[in-house]
């Protein structure tokens, strides 16, 4: 959610800002710019829609210098308008901004007491304003936007530009995160260290609270209460082909693909070759009574698959939460209880808020996250990552298998610290789980047949998913798949509630998608499926072969999978509910990548 920027160079800083906003793209946005500093002149250049049209109007109205922030905007206060993107200026400063300032209504009467007006509707240009009054003033820019910050209220990532200063940055987090590259003689900021890979590989990640004042030679770095703070630099890896679509035609096609080799990868790192578990010391559940699950979005679709693991698997009695309701119904948490998060960036905002909600109410904060060094992940006393490598697509893919992965891997050693699995039954269910790689690389051979599907499917303007047990989450994960990016309505449903109302929407031109794993609730889910089909419903039906054998003739039309061990068939169920996803856009001519409205990661609450 937005992308922030920040390059003091000794090249022409524009196309080096250009180029990292698009490796931001996949955080989702509906506007762009950039401002930079060239002879002590600050000017800037902003266009609505895809960085295209930034890039459209550089070439024709040229921005030069070497110092200079840029910005993608996803819209919060504030239409996507020329006048409401990023950066903001106000007489020499110029700010971009990821997150929200919840007090600029007020600070915006103070401006207007000082005279000050206001071009826009966001909340950014208020810090903006703020720092030109403190410099009109007499304040320098460094104590004027230090003034600035302690003023504000909400979350924000923020980068100040000035007029007049072509070796001088500040930047600062507080609840957004925002990270310092090093380079020779070079000093570069960046939303994330993806923006920053093709520069440097020394990253300085800030903390909450701080702020840092940036020149050419490095960076001071204080925190919330303005004292010099010692943060540690350290060397990061992304692979950039990771990051490259690698000649397939959208990020998702190719995360989709992804999902043998990560989640493979995932249990090399995580299980021992003779079939035991190599989770990090301090994962021990022994005297744990219970475990909250919090999360949003997909990965609360996760942490539901993964209740019924630890309660059917483990006998570990297991709370699910969305992040954003979590702390506001202030649920009461056992000092003998874990509590874990879910969240692929790491940043979540609202996910984040809940696990400081719960700090010092539980035993033990757990975290299940894509980026090791997010603040979610620093703030856990354990963070397991998921290494699913950088996921672009903003639907994502390969981090919730990966995340079902780990997730599944916990359970069990959850089962085997609170004796309900021996030695050889673990080894069984690791067995089972390795075997997965293989079974969705078998899976991933149907694209073309759900390709097909995905046609007729483009043409319904509502879908229903189905699933009984841990497959209920799966139904709710496929449905979101569906609507994020190909936008038709779509719902999932537990199929044993289909009678309790839903079933009155049942007709011939209402497709019901049953994911239907021949496992102890195969019979019953069959029964759903036929009372649709009593209704003229079309059924497509997902099964292995025995199971599409079983449920008989009647449905509309079938996805054969290989047979998979019942308590793990939602990993590789995931793979299909996800190519229909795709197929359907495609179909339908959606921005299958970067979905309308939507952010990969959302910082704000």
């Not at 490796?23 to 295209?52: M, P, Q």
């Not at 239907?516 to 036929?530: E, I, W």
């Not at 590789?572 to 197929?583: G, I, R, S």
Request: with cysteine.
């Amino acid at each position: 959610m937005c992308g922030i920027v920040g390059v003091l160079g000794n090249h022409e800083a524009a196309p080096l800002l250009v180029e990292a906003l698009k490796r931001l793209e996949y955080r989702g946005y509906d506007s762009a710019g950039i401002a930079t500093v060239n002879h002590g002149r600050l000017d800037r250049r902003r266009a609505v829609g895809k960085l295209v049209n930034l890039s459209d109007l550089l070439v024709h109205d040229p921005l030069a210098g070497k110092s200079g922030i840029g910005h993608t905007r996803w819209a919060t206060h504030g239409a996507a308008t020329v006048l409401n993107a990023h950066p903001h200026k106000a007489g020499s400063v110029a700010v971009v901004h990821n997150g929200i300032i919840e007090n600029f209504r007020d600070l915006r009467t103070e401006l207007a007491a000082a005279g000050l007006a206001w071009e826009s509707e966001t909340d950014t240009e208020t810090v903006a304003l703020l720092t030109k009054l403190h410099m009109d003033k007499g304040m320098s820019p460094v104590e004027a936007a230090r003034a600035t910050l302690h003023r504000l209220h909400g979350a924000f990532a923020l980068c100040f530009l000035f007029d007049g200063e072509d070796d001088l940055m500040i930047a600062a987090r507080k609840g957004s995160p925002l990270a310092i590259g090093h380079g020779q003689g070079e000093m570069f900021v960046g939303s994330d260290a993806i923006a920053l890979a093709p520069m440097t590989d020394r990253i300085t990640y800030l903390e909450e609270g701080d702020w840092a004042v940036i020149t050419r030679n490095g960076a001071q770095i204080f925190d919330a209460q303005d004292r010099l703070a010692n943060r540690a630099e350290t060397r990061i890896q992304i692979d950039a082909t990771r990051i490259e679509k690698a000649g397939y035609k959208h990020f998702m096609a190719k995360e989709i693909a992804e999902q043998p080799v990560v989640i493979a990868e995932a249990l090399k790192h995580y299980t021992t070759p003779d079939g035991t578990l190599r989770l990090p010391h301090g994962v021990d559940f022994t005297g744990v009574d219970r475990i909250t699950l919090v999360a949003c979005g997909t990965a609360s679709y996760a942490a539901h698959v993964a209740k019924y693991w630890f309660e059917q698997i483990a006998g570990l009695p297991a709370d699910i939460d969305i992040a954003s309701e979590f702390r506001y119904r202030e649920p009461p948490l056992s000092p003998t209880s874990w509590a874990l998060f879910v969240s692929q960036s790491g940043e979540t905002a609202d996910t984040l808020a809940a696990l400081r909600y719960a700090r010092d109410k539980v035993a033990k904060i757990v975290s299940v996250v894509n980026v090791p060094t997010s603040s979610i992940a620093r703030e856990s006393d354990l963070a397991l990552p998921i290494l699913a490598g950088v996921e672009v697509g903003v639907a994502s893919t390969k981090a919730f298998t990966c995340q079902l992965t780990v997730l599944a891997l916990l359970a069990l050693k959850a089962a085997l610290d609170r004796g309900r699995l021996t030695p050889a039954s673990l080894a069984d269910h690791l067995a089972a789980l390795r075997a997965l790689p293989g079974l969705m690389s078998h899976t991933l051979t149907l694209s073309p047949q759900i390709a097909a599907i995905a046609d007729d499917l483009a043409k319904a303007q509502d879908i229903l998913f189905l699933g009984r047990g841990a497959m209920f989450p799966l139904a709710l994960e496929g449905a979101l798949k569906l609507k994020e990016i190909s936008y038709i309505h779509a719902e999932g449903y537990a199929s044993g509630e289909l009678k309790h109302g839903p079933i009155a929407l049942i007709d011939a031109a209402v497709p019901v998608i049953v994911l239907a794993p021949r496992d102890a609730l195969f019979d019953k889910t069959v029964s759903n499926m036929q009372e649709v089909m009593a209704r003229h419903g079309r059924v497509l039906l997902i099964s292995d072969a025995h199971g599409i054998a079983e449920a008989g003739a009647g449905t509309w039309r079938t996805v054969t999978l290989p047979e998979v061990h019942p308590a793990f068939a939602p990993i590789l169920y995931a793979v299909p509910a996800q190519l229909l996803a795709y197929h359907t856009a495609i179909a339908k001519g959606t921005d299958v990548d970067q979905p309308r409205n939507l952010a990969k990661s959302v910082t704000v609450e």
